[in-house]
């Protein structure tokens, strides 16, 4: 059985931890901390909230004073590296935000992204002073470090994953639209992807704005177009007809396609199996047309209803009068992100978003 991603926090690894600060800080007790971090119900704890209990435990066992503490993590920051070390920036969440801590706690959550991610940490500090808040994301987006210039968008992303929402950005993602624009040409491909990202969270509340920002932006850089493209994924699938328009993919889809077919085999099959499903498409004679070819899962869920997942099969131009035959596997089996449940499942074949063939498959338990 694989590990779970919470059981990177286990006693080797607070240890080891506890052991860089004491090399720093004599007064601190390595046993003390590990002993206190680990009781009650912590095998049950998740990961976030391992990762909660660790910084509070730590603010016990550090000096009480907020600066001191933090200039102690400071001297540890560059050998903490990595997805664990999320604690640095949690640390500056759970006792940072006092007022007259705000501006050590920019300076931590900036020192801290660069060698892990200070995305959820900043979260907290926008919502309680967004102009404040924004304002250093701007300064941030200027940065020389490409890990502080997408904390600057990753930070403020409206629904990032893990994150607490920023619900209002959701109402009003214009300042957050003013911090991409610094970014919309970012020369560091893991910056560009986060701007992408960032989009894809606002159209999902706000896709005029979004559409109207990608208006403005395509053909001003190469850079800049690959992040619309990535960044209007959610309004393409959704066959938002101005986002076709806007990448060249035709909005009568339908009327293009002369047949269409998708099969599943086996079509009775059990949650761990995988099944071939095995689809065909004849395109009409005429011009060479831009598609998106998918097919969509209508997953049954717990409670009985219906949730659909996308999975991208091609996407290119394809010449007037063209057959296109193609397997593609899936399996059946569950994942930490989807657990599977009995019943029928509809499938269907989508052509830029529109439905041009279906069939259904019984899942048993």
């Excluded at 199996?273 to 998106?292: A, P």
């Excluded at 193609?326 to 989508?350: A, F, M, Q």
């Amino acid at each position: 059985m694989s590990e779970l991603l919470k059981d990177i926090y286990n006693e080797a690894f607070l240890f080891d931890f506890g052991k860089r600060i004491l090399a720093v800080h004599k007064p601190f007790s390595v046993d003390n901390f590990i002993t206190d971090t680990m009781d009650g119900n912590w095998g049950e704890l998740e990961l976030k909230k391992r990762m909660r209990k660790i910084s509070e435990t730590l603010g016990k066992y550090l000096p009480a004073d907020y600066e001191e503490a933090v200039r102690i993590l400071f001297a540890i920051e560059e050998s903490c590296y990595g997805f664990p070390y999320l604690i640095l920036p949690d640390f500056v969440e759970v006792y940072g935000q006092a007022e007259k801590h705000w501006e050590l706690s920019m300076e931590a959550l900036e020192r801290f992204t660069r060698n892990s991610s200070s995305e959820f940490a900043i979260r907290p500090f926008l919502i309680k002073d967004t102009d404040r808040g924004m304002k250093q994301m701007a300064a941030w987006s200027r940065h020389g470090s490409e890990h502080v210039r997408r904390l600057a968008s990753e930070g403020c992303r409206p629904r990032l994953p893990w994150g607490i929402s920023l619900p209002m950005f959701k109402t009003d993602p214009g300042p957050v639209i003013g911090i991409l624009e610094q970014l919309k040409e970012d020369s560091s491909l893991y910056v560009r992807k986060s701007v992408a990202n960032n989009l894809n969270d606002i159209a999902k509340d706000n896709p005029e704005i979004v559409l109207e920002t990608a208006y403005r932006w395509k053909g001003v850089h190469p850079h800049t177009d690959w992040i619309l493209r990535q960044g209007l994924r959610t309004l393409i699938r959704r066959a938002e007809p101005k986002a076709l328009g806007l990448f060249g993919y035709p909005e009568n889809a339908a009327e293009l396609v002369k047949y269409a077919h998708l099969q599943a085999e086996p079509s009775v099959l059990r949650i761990g199996e995988t099944c071939d499903l095995k689809y065909e498409i004849e395109f009409c004679e005429g011009t060479s047309v831009h598609f998106r070819i998918e097919y969509g899962i209508d997953f049954v869920k717990a409670n009985g209803s219906m949730s659909r997942k996308l999975f991208l099969l091609t996407d290119k131009t394809v010449k007037g009068g063209t057959r296109i035959k193609g397997t593609r596997s899936h399996s059946w089996e569950d994942l930490t992100i989807r657990r599977h449940y009995p019943g029928k499942h509809r499938i269907v074949l989508l052509i830029n978003g529109q439905e041009a063939a279906g069939t259904t498959l019984i899942l048993n338990a």
